[in-house]
T-cell receptor
Framework: SQTIHQWPATLVQPVGSPLSLECTVEGTSNPNLYWYRQAAGRGLQLLFYSVGIGQISSEVPQNLSASRPQDRQFILSSKKLLLSDSGFYLC????????????FGSGTQLSVL | GNSVTQMEGPVTLSEEAFLTINCTYTATGYPSLFWYVQYPGEGLQLLLKATKADDKGSNKGFEATYRKETTSFHLEKGSVQVSDSAVYFCALSGGNRDDKIIFGKGTRLHILP
């Protein structure tokens, strides 16, 4: 069966420090991969998505970047965190068809202080 | 671009009341429509979906009908229970082979015993 792993679960980082959040999927191949940020009053904001290795689509201009070095690995990064980067980050995957549902990871609560 | 608008919360109802959570969308092509639910302390999961006009998705007593003429996908349940208390997200996928999954801001539902 397919599983999605996202880590760490919580992270406290100082302003200006780098960030690396990792997400891996098991039990499937060629998934679409997604990074979302969930904030109160703003719902689920799509940050990046990827349909293949090295293929990244960015939805929101910001201080973050994403990479997909392997088929089932998706990484969210920042060189210098801002206070406004605080939030709950969710990784998700789905099969290729538009009718297929998303499977979500357990999320990372990021606090930038 | 594609967008989803859902009613603001929180929504507070008594047990056994009728529930409607409104969702309207803007999209090109023929998107698939979804309702996801986030129960307290749990991850996001699919509640129901509809992949073409006039389709009705249903699960756990919830229903939603894909109305292309009104670009709507309202969530309904005839008799809610305390266990239905959660945050509900409307989402759309695809249309013109688009791989983006766009979510609404979410509606928090409180059911009083």
């Amino acid at each position: 069966s397919q599983t999605i792993h996202q880590w760490p679960a919580t992270l406290v980082q100082p302003v200006g420090s780098p960030l690396s959040l990792e997400c891996t999927v098991e039990g499937t191949s060629n998934p679409n991969l997604y990074w979302y940020r969930q904030a109160a009053g703003r719902g689920l904001q799509l940050l990046f998505y990827s349909v293949g290795i090295g293929q990244i689509s960015s939805e929101v201009p910001q201080n973050l970047s994403a990479s997909r070095p392997q088929d089932r690995q998706f990484i969210l990064s920042s060189k210098k965190l801002l206070l406004s980067d605080s939030g709950f980050y969710l990784c998700a995957w789905k099969h290729r068809l538009p009718t297929e549902k998303l499977f979500f990871g357990s999320g990372t609560q990021l606090s930038v202080l | 671009g594609n967008s989803v608008t859902q009613m603001e919360g929180p929504v507070t109802l008594s047990e056994e009341a009728f529930l409607t959570i409104n969702c309207t969308y803007t999209a090109t092509g023929y998107p698939s429509l979804f309702w996801y639910v986030q129960y307290p302390g749990e991850g996001l999961q699919l509640l129901l979906k509809a992949t073409k006009a006039d389709d009705k998705g249903s699960n756990k007593g919830f229903e939603a009908t894909y109305r292309k003429e009104t670009t709507s996908f309202h969530l309904e349940k005839g008799s809610v229970q305390v266990s239905d208390s959660a945050v509900y997200f409307c989402a759309l996928s695809g249309g013109n082979r688009d791989d983006k999954i766009i979510f609404g801001k979410g509606t928090r539902l409180h059911i009083l015993p």
